[in-house]
């Protein structure tokens, strides 16, 4: 049965390398005692909740509505996802030409990329899912075990439909530009559910009663538009209709591309675009120090997402700009803007100093230049810092305006914790995707925690300089 070739041998060995190259084994051998504690806490959160669930049940309309938005937000979530993981596994690891030259069937190998997508970006949801699951089960809520089908086959789901809008784009524009559509997708999802859940404070409650009253499920709900949201709460019928779409799907996706596949139009796809003749002067910088400096902002400009995973940063000025405009109010003024904006300094310098190291593709050859290490690094460290810079100005312009007050403070502590991180990040970068088709992923989840907890300890900081009694909200409560 798991003789070489076959497809339970392909599938495994598919899962093995999707396992390989996630964050959690790029990051540490000894990683699953830390994952297995994280677990534990979840899992006790979740029996709190589903406690909290039972002692409080909603109407079964609303429950129905509730479970349809989940699992829209599930599916874009998963898609946006997918579309990388897609273009990863059909152009990025470099060995589908190998497998076509194979005698392994080329369908076999499709089905099983498409399956191990589906899994992957499926497996997030699903064990985040099955911890409330498992809570609501023991209160013997045995509906919830509905969550595990339901979230496997919206993830195969998500993932047909990735593989024919990646095979379609790459057709189009190339691997590079398909993936960034994948980031874009990803960006306006996050942005909307930020918006979504923001809309209270813009929108008045009447207004957001009518509204969710108007798409509300009335009577029996027996629309096809709640058949996955009746789904997802464990009526028989839904459950097997949802579960046989999204296998139908998948198959149809499956049969539409095998024939691309065992030809290798879908690879032949992999183009790489010629390069800018405007860029490729030869010309150098006046000095080392200058030459190394644009280069470091040459890697951050062409590292893929870049815009997208920078807005994701950046989010944290949606509430500085609503305090600032007394949309939003926390403690007596405007002082929260302070740790807001030393947090967000912090996290940009520590994201663009792990771009710029985990994009150099040369460090050998850059330790072989007339410079010293020192000036590498430094170097490094102020192109971090000068990007960082440039997107933290304008707020701060808005406290000088709105808040002078803050403004010693507001920049000591983004000195303090941009300083920080990309010393931090120099050393342990952050893991972050591919900068490229064929390079190597790196990065530590260490540099990702301490920079957290950098960042939190600047933010602190900054709070008890600004706040004048800086533990009021604390003992209010």
């Not at 030259?101 to 949801?125: E, H, K, N, Q, T």
Request: proline share 6%; charged share 10%; net charge positive.
């Amino acid at each position: 049965m798991f003789a070489q070739s076959s497809f339970p041998w392909l599938f495994m060995n598919e899962l093995r390398v999707l396992w390989r190259s996630s964050i959690l084994v790029r990051t540490s051998s000894y990683v699953l005692v830390p994952v297995l504690v994280v677990g534990l806490v979840f899992q006790a959160v979740a029996l709190l909740l589903a406690w909290a669930i039972t002692k409080h049940t909603l109407p079964r309309d609303e429950m129905i509505l509730v479970a349809d938005l989940n699992l829209f937000f599930f599916g874009f979530l998963m898609l946006s996802r997918a579309m990388t993981a897609a273009i990863d596994v059909l152009y990025a690891r470099g060995d589908v030409d190998f497998l076509l030259a194979s005698p392994i069937p080329p369908g076999r190998v499709l089905a099983v990329r498409m399956i191990g997508v589906g899994a992957s970006v499926a497996s997030p949801w699903v064990l985040l899912a099955g911890a409330l699951a498992n809570g609501l089960i023991i209160f013997k809520q045995y509906w919830a075990l509905a969550v595990y089908p339901m979230i496997l086959a919206e993830g195969m789901l998500a993932a047909a439909i990735a593989f024919a809008l990646v095979v379609m784009l790459v057709g189009w524009v190339g691997p590079a530009a398909a993936r960034r559509a994948g980031h874009i997708l990803a960006l306006f999802v996050g942005v909307f559910i930020f918006a979504l859940g923001q809309a209270p404070r813009f929108v008045s409650p009447e207004k957001l009663g009518r509204f969710w009253q108007s798409v509300m499920p009335t009577g029996s709900a027996t629309g096809w538009q709640w058949v996955f949201g009746r789904g997802l709460l464990g009526e028989p019928a839904p459950l097997a209709i949802s579960v046989l779409v999204c296998l139908i799907a998948f198959l149809a996706v499956w049969a539409t591309l095998d024939g691309r596949f065992a030809s290798g139009a879908i690879t032949a796809a992999a183009y790489r675009p010629a390069g800018n003749a405007t860029r490729q002067t030869g010309e150098f910088r006046n000095n080392p120090g200058r030459a190394i400096f644009m280069k470091n902002l040459r890697l951050l400009a062409r590292f893929p997402g870049i815009v997208s995973q920078t807005v994701y940063r950046a989010l944290t000025l949606v509430p500085v700009l609503m305090i600032l405009s007394g949309k939003l109010k926390f403690g007596a003024g405007n002082e929260a803007v302070a740790p807001l904006l030393v947090f967000l300094a912090g996290q940009l310098g520590l994201f663009f100093i792990s771009v710029m190291v985990g994009s150099d593709e040369s460090p050998d050859l850059a330790a072989t230049a007339p410079v010293t290490p020192q000036t590498l690094r430094i170097t490094a460290l102020i192109a971090a810092s000068y990007a960082t810079i440039i997107l933290i100005t304008l707020p701060v312009l808005g406290v000088a305006l709105r808040a002078p007050n803050l403004v010693p403070a507001t920049l000591a502590g983004i000195a303090g914790a941009l300083l920080t991180n990309v010393t931090l990040g120099y050393r342990f970068p952050i893991p972050l995707i591919k900068a490229d088709f064929g390079k190597a992923q790196n990065g530590t989840a260490l540099g990702l925690l301490v920079g957290v907890g950098v960042s939190s300890a600047w933010s602190a900081a900054a709070w008890l300089a600004v706040a004048p009694h800086p533990f009021a909200w604390l003992l209010g409560k």
